[in-house]
Every structure is written in structure tokens, then in C-alpha cells.
């Protein structure tokens, strides 16, 4: 519950905010269809790339935007966190969760790993996951998801 105090509004509480964020999301949902396993297994959103192989011969792959948990599973195999990703310091972290991305987003043929590693030129991996990872969101949260953890201001009265 909210308070006012000589003209100043406090603001509100994160749990309140997150309620009426919550209420607003419950209504807009009935205009999509129900959400079902076989609609995400698919569904998946696509787009085709070219990759150099380390013998310098060009390709072309499929690659697939990953989920939320697909990406954190690859973090965690390379035992890498958020705050870490592109960091030089991490290189070898860095470089092992591309190879993970890349290996959960190629469609087709199943690629492991070491696989990309060993097949793809150095830095091609790199550029590829930029690629899957903005085609999976993860640049761009919504702005009513960041909305959220901003604090609220308060009106100037």
C-alpha cells in the first residue's frame, strides 16, 4: 500500500509493480493461442549462414535460435557467467561457449563441440553466435521486462 506525503508520491513497492505487471500480461495473453510443446519442437525460427572451414572452403549452415535455458546450459558447460561473456581475460571460457552455442544451433547434422572447434576457422565460431544469439533475443529484453527493475520516480510536485 501506497503513502502519500505533503504533495510527494512514494514510490511503489517492486512486488506491486511486478502484481500489475503480472495483471496486465494475464489480459494481452488472450489474444495468442496456447502455448504447447509441439508448437515450440516446431516452430523453430531459422536463418541460413555462411562458416569457413579450416581448410578456408566456404559453407552454408542452418542455425536456430536457442531458448533461454539452451543458452545458460551452454554458460554453465563452459562455466562461464554473464558478466564474463567477450571478456579477453576469459578467452578459453569465452571461446568454449561459442563452440557450444554453435554446436546446439547448427540444424541438420549433429556437430559437437570439439567438433566446431577442430572444423571451423578461428573466429568464425565467434562471429556465428552473434548471429544465434541475436536471432534467440538476447540482445534485446523487452523494455517491459527492464521496466521492471527500474525504480519508479516520483512526481516533482
Do not use: Y
Amino acid at each position: 500500500m501506497r503513502e502519500e506525503k505533503k504533495g510527494e508520491e512514494i514510490p511503489k513497492r517492486f512486488e506491486e509493480r511486478l502484481e500489475e505487471e503480472a495483471k496486465r500480461d494475464a489480459e494481452a495473453a488472450k489474444q495468442f493461442p496456447i502455448l504447447a510443446k509441439s508448437v515450440i519442437q516446431g516452430t523453430a525460427q531459422t536463418e541460413d549462414a555462411t562458416v569457413v572451414t579450416a581448410d578456408g572452403k566456404k559453407h552454408r549452415v542452418s542455425i536456430r535460435a536457442l531458448g533461454e535455458g539452451e543458452i545458460m546450459d551452454a554458460m554453465d558447460q563452459a562455466g562461464i557467467d554473464l558478466g564474463d561473456l567477450g571478456n579477453v581475460k576469459n578467452f578459453k571460457a569465452n571461446t568454449k561457449f561459442q563452440h557450444i552455442v554453435c554446436s546446439k544451433a547448427i540444424v541438420g547434422e549433429a556437430w559437437s563441440s570439439e567438433e566446431i572447434g577442430r572444423g571451423l576457422r578461428f573466429g568464425v565460431p565467434a562471429k556465428l553466435t552473434l548471429r544465434i544469439l541475436r536471432l534467440s533475443g538476447f540482445f534485446e529484453p523487452s523494455a517491459e521486462a527492464m521496466d521492471l527493475f527500474r525504480p519508479e520516480r516520483t512526481p516533482v510536485t
